[in-house]
């Protein structure tokens, strides 16, 4: 692994991390043995299912940088991204500060390995920061006092969800915690969430695919249907083309009007809505 002279303070490298695995899927070097040897039995997974993890992966992140664009071209200039993962290229605040250089932007994660990167990387950026905070637990998120400096939920903010809410294995905690943020947005803010998709894979592949993350330090991860992925949303207007694989989310010069996305093929869908 690259990245530090040493195992950072609360890291097990013989414990899969699903920030490290990530990680892996983008191409990066901050990852261990045991994070690629349970990658590689996702990716093999995914191939027998006839889905392209690492390109899945991508597209996502991707999906990331194309919504934070056009939201910082909209006026959006709060930026609040929750599980982040490790920082990569094209993170949230350069992309954000390459458009509207005024932003504000707050990074939230409960992993060791994010934490220690994301706050070497930051350390001398004073318009971007990095708090430790549990997405189950929305109100020490919302409570820290380092976010509230920073963001001022009375203005629009996107609140960013971005393939974090399959590692909450409870619906109603998942649905809780994005409900409870969205309270706090004010009209004009977005929300920006990408979740994994079945489409129509065999009950046996995704239960093998849970196994897998099931040893992970996450500890699982869990699978929703369109119906369930689409209600994180209530309360806000889906922006155009709506809740679709995130690869065709505003790519290149956009959708034909007759576009219909293909909801059988395993996913990563993704959207985001606006708060009227």
């Known amino acids: 692994m690259s990245g530090y002279g040493e195992v950072p303070p609360g890291v097990d490298p013989t414990v899969p991390s699903v920030a490290r695995m990530y990680d892996y899927y983008l191409g990066g070097k901050d990852n261990y043995e045991s994070d690629r040897i349970a990658a590689e039995k996702v990716i093999e997974l995914g191939r027998q299912a006839g889905a392209d993890v690492k390109g899945t992966a991508l597209s996502n992140r991707a999906f990331l940088v194309r919504a934070v664009r056009t939201l910082a071209e909209a006026g959006i200039r709060q930026f609040l991204d929750i599980g982040t993962g490790l920082p990569t290229q094209e993170n949230v605040h350069e992309v954000a500060l390459r458009h509207a250089p005024d932003s504000r932007i707050v990074y939230v994660d409960n992993d060791p390995t994010v934490l220690a990167h994301a706050r070497a990387l930051l350390a001398d950026d004073r318009q971007t920061t990095v708090v430790q905070g549990d997405l189950t637990d929305p109100e020490s998120i919302l409570g820290d006092a380092v976010l509230q400096e920073r963001i001022d939920f009375g203005e629009p903010v996107a609140v960013i969800f971005c393939a974090i809410l399959h590692f909450i294995p409870d619906d109603e905690a998942a649905a809780n915690a994005v409900a409870r943020f969205r309270q706090e947005m004010c009209s004009g803010s977005h929300l920006v969430l990408s979740h994994l998709f079945p ?69 990563c869908l993704g959207g985001i809505g606006r708060v009227p």
């Open 199 to 267: 489409g129509q894979v065999a009950e046996e592949m995704v239960t093998e695919f849970g196994r897998i993350y099931h040893r992970t330090a996450t500890g699982s991860i869990t699978v929703r249907s369109l119906k369930q992925i689409r209600e994180f949303f209530t309360g806000t207007e889906l922006l155009p083309p709506g809740l679709v694989p995130v690869e065709a989310w505003r790519h290149g010069d956009g959708l034909r009007e007759d576009y219909v996305p293909d909801y059988r093929t395993p996913s």
